[in-house]
T-cell receptor, first 115, second 111 residues
Framework: DTGVSQDPRHKITKRGQNVTFRCDPISEHNRLYWYRQTLGQGPEFLTYFQNEAQLEKSRLLSDRFSAERPKGSFSTLEIQRTEQGDSAMYLC?????????????FGPGTRLLVL | GQQLNQSPQSMFIQEGEDVSMNCTSSSIFNTWLWYKQDPGEGPVLLIALYKAGELTSNGRLTAQFGITRKDSFLNISASIPSDVGIYFCAGGTDSNYQLIWGAGTKLIIKP
């Protein structure tokens, strides 16, 4: 399977704990995106990488959130000191940067529940 | 943030019926994308449109990129139970990597 993969698929944590999610994009894609989605809503943009450079961060991304893509391949999203309001589906997408290849393909998501 | 106007919000239909949903925007887009999302899963790309006026089919699905570049529609013909889910439209521009999303159309098929 050469699609976008995310790990873990589900995470339950207690408030105040740190969590880290991983995303492996489609191998030839140089762009990687993180989104957050709550029930009944479309995905909300969090941040975007082109290769290893983080080029944009949403205002939604508080200082408790950090994302990395150290070698321009996989990416991690860490949430420190989780809060109940962080409970959501975290989606990763990847794309190329050229023409119609900019279409974004999504992974299955990581569902986070903060107790 | 900015959001597309997607309608209807939900649809209750009989199996075998045709379905139509649309998205409109006050802004011009260069790309219109239609995704389907099942519960607990990520959005799956159904159809991508890159040119104003373009009409594209994918099996029983047909989507069109509006000529004004401010709207798009998705039709599903002869619906089947596995069509159940939430359908999202998303618009993109050449100058901005971000997609602008609709709020989704929830499709429910009556037994």
């Amino acid at each position: 399977d050469t699609g976008v993969s995310q790990d873990p698929r589900h995470k339950i944590t207690k408030r105040g704990q740190n969590v880290t999610f991983r995303c492996d994009p489609i191998s030839e894609h140089n762009r990687l995106y993180w989104y957050r989605q709550t029930l009944g809503q479309g995905p909300e943009f969090l941040t975007y990488f082109q290769n290893e450079a983080q080029l944009e961060k949403s205002r939604l991304l508080s200082d408790r959130f950090s994302a990395e893509r150290p070698k321009g391949s996989f990416s991690t999203l860490e949430i420190q000191r989780t809060e109940q309001g962080d409970s959501a589906m975290y989606l990763c997408a990847s794309s190329s940067s050229v023409g119609i290849l900019r279409t974004q393909y999504f992974g299955p998501g990581t569902r986070l529940l903060v107790l | 943030g900015q959001q597309l106007n997607q309608s209807p919000q939900s649809m209750f239909i009989q199996e075998g019926e045709d379905v139509s949903m649309n998205c409109t925007s006050s802004s011009i887009f260069n790309t219109w994308l239609w995704y389907k999302q099942d519960p607990g899963e990520g959005p799956v790309l159904l159809i991508a449109l890159y040119k104003a006026g373009e009409l594209t089919s994918n099996g029983r699905l047909t989507a069109q990129f509006g000529i004004t570049r401010k709207d798009s529609f998705l039709n599903i013909s002869a619906s089947i139970p596995s069509d159940v889910g939430i359908y999202f439209c998303a618009g993109g521009t050449d100058s901005n990597y971000q997609l602008i999303w609709g709020a989704g159309t929830k499709l429910i098929i009556k037994p």
